[in-house]
């Protein structure tokens, strides 16, 4: 399986901010993992059209219909129309602030899929939960209503993003990824069988220059989910080059 750099920039970034795509494409056009850039849908089809063969592209959302009156949504049809090859599924911003459940990315999944898009399913717990000890209950619910049935495990990916990290600097300790990401691959073996091998297992929350080298020697991650440091080139390049040489 190809490791995989995925840049969330979330609800950031004007025609100008473009520029950091330009200089990602131009240093990484060889890169020797995979490198994905999902700007505000906006951006998408410019983004698309600048990051040429070397970088993809993708969604942070999409609904699960094809078409309809959906004012404000965007299908994955549409996303993959502008360009994009991939698109973030339940994202703990998403089921926040819309009230997103493990059915809803489950039915987003399968849209996603329809539409030739590569789905990167999140989870993750929020600090009430690990502090109560249910951090592995909650992974293993969340994959098991999140995902459906009868996938190849090369056919999508899964970002573990613990609540508690998200843009706040604080991250687990290597100990806790490397929990979450076994248990992971354990529960998409049992579902999917070997294929789950092929599954790309992210991490993400306050991954940065400085800790990217320590989590990406962590077992089973084969990448990372950035928000804050993938909005700089210089800063997500240096996580790139952390991915290639782990
Ligand atoms: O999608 C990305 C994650 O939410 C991580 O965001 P962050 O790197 O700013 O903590």
Request: aromatic share 4%.
């Amino acid at each position: 399986m190809r490791k995989l750099a995925a840049g969330n920039w979330k609800m950031n970034g004007t025609s100008a901010e473009l520029s950091e795509l330009d200089a990602l494409a131009k240093v990484h056009a060889e890169s020797s993992v995979d490198v994905l850039i999902c700007p505000p849908a906006t951006l998408l089809s410019r983004a698309a059209d600048r990051a040429g063969n070397s970088i993809f592209v993708g969604g942070q959302d999409c609904h699960a219909a094809k078409s309809g009156a959906h004012t404000g949504d965007i299908s994955a049809d549409m996303l993959k129309d502008a360009g994009a090859t991939h698109v973030i599924l339940g994202h703990s911003e998403r089921r926040t602030d819309h009230g997103e459940t493990d059915a809803t990315v489950r039915v987003k999944t399968v849209a996603a899929l329809g539409a030739g898009l590569l789905p990167l399913v999140c989870v993750g717990e929020t600090e009430s939960e690990r502090d109560a000890g249910d951090t592995l209950d909650v992974i293993r619910s969340q994959l098991a209503g999140s995902l459906p049935d009868d996938l190849n495990g090369a056919d999508f990916v899964v970002a573990y993003e613990p609540v508690w990290a998200i843009g706040t600097g604080r991250v687990p300790t290597l100990y806790q990824i490397a929990e979450v990401h076994e248990l992971m691959r354990a529960e998409l073996t049992g579902r999917f069988g070997s294929s789950a091998n092929e599954t790309p297992l992210l991490y993400g929350g306050s991954v940065k220059p400085g800790n990217a080298a320590e989590i990406f020697a962590t077992s089973n991650v084969d990448g990372a989910l950035v928000g804050g440091a993938s909005l700089k080139a210089s800063d997500f390049g240096a996580i790139i080059q952390a991915l290639e040489a782990a």
